[in-house]
């Protein structure tokens, strides 16, 4: 088998913003030069209007262990890789912090590899990782002027 | 030099109670009033008997569920959290994605 390559990007998957809606297909066209590639799955995160007895959210506030969830994002997407076997894994992950709106992204995965059952595994792999064991937060600001807090299930 | 160090304790097992300051994350933040607190702990301890000292001496996390992390480690059960810690953060069930 010809040497295994696993490309994590970005250095940094915490930015203080929500995460364009156009980051896949950016991502998409750039990883087009990667010849080895031959599916590519993204995932998405989107804040939903939930009703609440408070009103429907109208955004998520997410804040983290800064530094704790940036190692964890690192540590998780190299042990979820182990799991695939493909010549070249690639994986772009971005997570919003501060306030995202309802129809923003909190969240961006695409995962590119030589075949459809290893991008399509990988990606969801990290993204149950990510909700079972990365120090984010999300405050649910509701209609009312409320908020709630949300827990991963 | 292990029975000397029985007869005369050794830096890590005669500590002292200190003021420890602990990171608080998501939900806790609102129920200690701030992004840390600081409590009278005695180190090393593990981390049921560390989880035991707070909720004892902090009664606001009383039927809260947190995680314990050390030096951005999840500590457990009989797991040791060392005097020379750097951090000690208490984690609430996480809501990423």
């Not at chain 1, 915490?14 to 156009?22: F, G, N, S």
């Not at chain 2, 109670?17 to 701030?34: D, M, Q, S």
């Not at chain 2, 301890?45 to 992390?69: K, T, V």
Request: glycine share 10%; net charge negative; proline share 6%.
């Amino acid at each position: 088998m010809a040497q295994r390559s696993l490309i994590i990007e970005p250095p940094e998957f915490l930015a203080e913003r929500p995460v364009p809606h156009t980051r896949i297909g950016e991502i998409t066209a750039t990883w087009s030069g990667d010849h080895r590639i031959g599916g590519i799955v993204s995932f998405a995160g989107v804040v939903r209007a939930d009703e609440t007895s408070e009103g429907a959210v109208t955004a998520i506030e997410f804040t983290a262990h800064r530094s704790m969830a940036q190692r964890s994002l690192s540590e998780l997407i190299e042990r979820c890789a182990t799991a695939y076997e493909s010549e070249v894994l690639r994986v772009y992950l971005e997570h919003a912090l501060g306030t995202v709106g309802v129809g923003k992204c909190p969240l961006v995965i695409v995962v590119g590899a030589g075949h459809r059952p290893e991008a399509f595994g990988l990606c969801r792999d990290i993204l149950e990782a990510l909700k079972a064991e990365v120090p984010i937060y999300g405050r649910e600001l509701t209609e009312g002027g409320g908020h709630q807090w949300k827990v991963n299930r | 030099m292990r029975n000397q160090t029985e007869h005369t304790p050794s830096h890590e097992t005669a500590s002292q109670p200190r003021t420890v300051k602990i990171a608080v994350f998501g939900p806790l933040t609102e129920v200690v009033g701030a992004g840390e607190l600081e409590v009278e702990l005695t180190l090393p301890a593990s981390a049921a008997r560390l989880d035991a000292e707070l909720r004892r001496r902090r009664p606001e996390l009383d039927g809260r569920r947190y995680q314990i992390a050390a030096d951005e480690r999840i500590v457990r059960g009989e797991e040791v959290i060392h005097a020379d810690v750097g951090e000690i953060a208490l984690l609430p069930p996480f809501a990423g994605g």
